[in-house]
């Protein structure tokens, strides 16, 4: 079985610096690992995904993740905050579900707030 | 343009009442999922179809019911079984079974039990 671990439930940054939130994993196979932000009362949106192809992964509004299977983690970064990236992130890992097909398994997700 | 529609947004249930929760996409997608979301907990599946007139339980079906009748439609019902109903609850699809680049989530609607 696949699940992530994500490390801090909250995290705060002051605007201009570096954002980094945690994100292990633990998989019996290769994993596809995945970075979602969710806005406040909305659904969730792919930032990123790492499918093997390359282990720095660039994703959508300046955010990035490298693989790193030795560490078995899939940090989040972003060299500079926007006030507009206080958000939560959720990391998740996909994984095979009876009957074949994949699902998503979740972190339990970090806020992030970015201070002025 | 496409996507995936949940309502209602908000919706507020009386203890013992079952409600159905709406999900439709118009993507062409053969697979739909519900998952439920509680503050600190992440998000949980509640139940999978991978195609018409066919689903499966995720980790946390109880008290849930499900349909695919139409392949663009994928209602929830939460049924009076399920006792604690209150959360964030998001659905999900994706092309063939393949959760990996083309999974859509909609915008979720939040069930308060009052």
């Known amino acids: 079985a696949q699940s992530v671990t994500q490390l801090g439930s909250h995290v705060s940054v002051s605007e201009g610096a570096l954002v980094l939130l945690r994100c292990n994993y633990s998989s019996s196979v290769p994993p596809y690992l995945f970075w979602y932000v969710q806005y406040p009362n909305q659904g969730l949106q792919l930032l990123l995904k790492y499918t093997s192809a390359a282990t720095l992964v660039k994703g959508i509004n300046g955010f990035e993740a490298e693989f790193k299977k030795s560490e078995t983690s899939f940090h989040l970064t972003k060299p500079s905050a926007h006030m507009s990236d206080a958000a939560e992130y959720f990391c998740a890992v996909s994984g095979r579900l009876t009957g074949g097909g994949n699902k998503l398994t979740f972190g339990t997700g970090t806020q992030l707030k970015v201070e002025l | 343009d496409g996507g995936i529609t949940q309502s209602p947004k908000y919706l507020f249930r009386k203890e013992g009442q079952n409600v159905t929760l709406s999900c439709e996409q118009n993507?062409?997608?053969?697979?739909m999922y519900w998952y439920r979301q509680d503050p600190g907990q992440g998000l949980r599946l509640i139940y999978y179809s991978q195609i018409v007139n066919d689903f499966q339980k995720g980790d946390i079906a109880e008290g849930y019911s499900v349909s695919r009748e139409k392949k663009e439609s994928f209602p929830l019902t939460v049924t009076s079984a399920q006792k604690n109903p209150t959360a964030f609850y998001l659905c999900?699809?994706?092309?063939?079974?393949?959760?990996?680049?083309?999974?859509?989530f909609g915008q979720g609607t939040r069930l308060t039990v009052v």
């Open positions: 999900a699809s994706s092309k063939g079974t393949d959760l990996l680049p083309r999974a859509f």
């Open positions: 993507l062409n997608h053969d697979a």
